[in-house]
T-cell receptor, first 113, second 113 residues
Framework: AQSVTQPDIHITVSEGASLELRCNYSYGATPYLFWYVQSPGQGLQLLLKYFSGDTLVQGIKGFEAEFKRSQSSFNLRKPSVHWSDAAEYFCAVGMNRDDKIIFGKGTRLHILP | GAVVSQHPSWVICKSGTSVKIECRSLDFQATTMFWYRQFPKQSLMLMATSNEGSKATYEQGVEKDKFLINHASLTLSTLTVTSAHPEDSSFYIC?????????FGPGTRLTVT
């Protein structure tokens, strides 16, 4: 069955430090992969997506993610976080046969001043 | 482009009453829309897939008679929570699908008293 695992429920980093949020997926075919961010009480904002091609994907707000097929991973990175990056981050995998998306449980990012 | 709106953004209703939530794709046509439910500090749970002109497909465990979905046009899907109870209080998010990507609405906070 398809699934998405975000092993870290909470992550705390200092402002200005680098960030990596982990995501592993289980899907039989080539996946469509997404990272979304959600601020408290808000909807989802797409940070970046991978459909095909270059496995290093650039997104908004200085985020990037790398698709590694051999590891079934799609980790999100940012070289220097800002206090405004504090939010909930969701990794998701899209199905090929329909347009459904399966979400991971999310990682809450806390930023220390 | 690809903007999705939801109305209302916040609603309070009395137990036993029904409430309707609208989801609109403002600048594109969507044959498929999705409805999610999100509990506090949890991930998005897919409730149903809404296809224009046909009956919605509900996920396992979702009561189709309680959560009525109508996708009457290519830009509008509605979710009606019937005979609402306090346990139906939640954050409801819709999305509209285009080219394997989902565009999310800002969400509707439902509180049942």
């Amino acid at each position: 069955a398809q699934s998405v695992t975000q092993p870290d429920i909470h992550i705390t980093v200092s402002e200005g430090a680098s960030l990596e949020l982990r995501c592993n997926y289980s899907y039989g075919a080539t996946p469509y992969l997404f990272w979304y961010v959600q601020s408290p009480g808000q909807g989802l904002q797409l940070l970046l997506k991978y459909f095909s091609g270059d496995t290093l994907v650039q997104g908004i707000k200085g985020f990037e993610a790398e698709f590694k097929r051999s590891q079934s991973s799609f980790n999100l990175r940012k070289p220097s976080v800002h206090w405004s990056d504090a939010a909930e981050y969701f990794c998701a995998v899209g199905m090929n046969r329909d347009d459904k998306i399966i979400f991971g449980k999310g990682t809450r990012l806390h930023i220390l001043p | 482009g690809a903007v999705v709106s939801q109305h209302p953004s916040w609603v309070i209703c009395k137990s036993g009453t029904s409430v309707k939530i609208e989801c609109r794709s403002l600048d594109f046509q969507a044959t498929t829309m999705f409805w999610y439910r999100q509990f506090p500090k949890q991930s998005l749970m897919l409730m149903a897939t809404s296809n224009e002109g046909s009956k919605a497909t509900y996920e396992q465990g979702v009561e189709k008679d309680k959560f009525l979905i109508n996708h009457a046009s290519l830009t509008l899907s509605t979710l009606t929570v019937t005979s609402a109870h306090p346990e139906d209080s939640s954050f409801y998010i819709c999305s509209a699908s285009r080219a394997k990507e989902q565009y999310f609405g800002p969400g509707t906070r439902l509180t049942v008293t």
